[in-house]
């Protein structure tokens, strides 16, 4: 089956440092990946949807400027945690949709635990 | 719209014992709906899908589920709990009309109690 990886999957780091997330697809091509992120207890929220090769469409309340996303290929998506605060510390789960079989199948990265001090 | 409602936040079940994890949906659409289960600190894994075919859907590890439109209901059942089932599971609708969509359920936490 599908495969997608997340790295790292933990980190911690200090306050107003970045973090970057990686989500690859091993083994497909991924037109879409999407970013969620989940708090304790609590379902996923998505944060914002990528496609390759173009601008990452942001959720409402999403900041943007706090949270780069890029799309660089068919197969590897990237969340960078700018100027990182406590309150970003959470658990962050990337998604890749297929770009051709099933148009509905989404696979799931393994998360990273992200926990800013 | 589109919603999905997950109608019990916690299920408690002794272990060899039926697993009945509710989830009810609303689309404008024919839907596709999926159930994935998330151990803890764990990323979501796939247990079972419906996307228009059979009715009653077999997944992963004895889970089964049967989309009923009637009802729009999508209700997650084992015959006989494991102590591994114990869990966080999600009922999520896709759709691809009008753009990619999925919706997540609030989430069932399913306890096995020995």
């Known amino acids: 089956g599908a495969v997608v990886s997340q790295h790292p999957s933990r980190v911690i780091c200090k306050s107003g440092t970045s973090v970057k997330i990686e989500c690859r697809s091993l083994?497909?091509?991924?037109?879409?990946m999407f970013w969620y992120r989940q708090f304790p207890k609590q379902s996923l929220m998505l944060m914002a949807t990528?496609?390759?090769?173009?601008?990452?469409?942001?959720e409402q309340g999403v900041e943007k400027d706090k949270f780069l996303i890029n799309h660089a290929s068919l197969t590897l998506s990237t969340l960078t945690v700018t100027s990182a605060h406590p309150e970003d510390s959470s658990f962050y789960i990337c998604?890749?949709?297929?770009?051709?079989?099933?148009?509905?199948?989404?696979?799931f990265g393994p998360g990273t635990r992200l926990t800013v001090t | 719209a589109q919603s999905v409602t997950q109608l019990d936040s916690h299920v408690s079940v002794s272990e060899g014992t039926p697993v009945l994890l509710r989830c009810n949906y609303s689309?404008?659409?024919?839907?596709?709906l999926f159930w994935y289960v998330q151990h803890p600190n764990k990323g979501l894994q796939l247990l079972l899908k419906?996307?228009?075919?059979?009715?009653l859907v077999k997944g992963i590890n004895g889970f089964e589920a049967e989309f009923k439109k009637s009802e729009t209901s999508f209700h997650l059942t084992k015959p006989s709990a494991h102590m591994s089932d114990a869990a966080e599971y999600f009922c999520?609708?896709?759709?691809?009309?009008?753009?990619?969509?999925?919706?997540f359920g609030a989430g069932t936490r399913l306890f096995v109690k020995a």
């Open positions: 998604s890749a949709r297929s770009s051709r079989g099933n148009s509905y199948e989404q696979y």
């Open positions: 083994d497909f091509q991924a037109t879409t």
């Open positions: 990528s496609n390759e090769g173009s601008k990452a469409t942001y």
């Open positions: 689309s404008s659409y024919s839907p596709s």
């Open positions: 419906y996307t228009s075919a059979a009715t």
């Open positions: 999520v609708v896709m759709r691809n009309t009008g753009g990619f969509k999925t919706i």
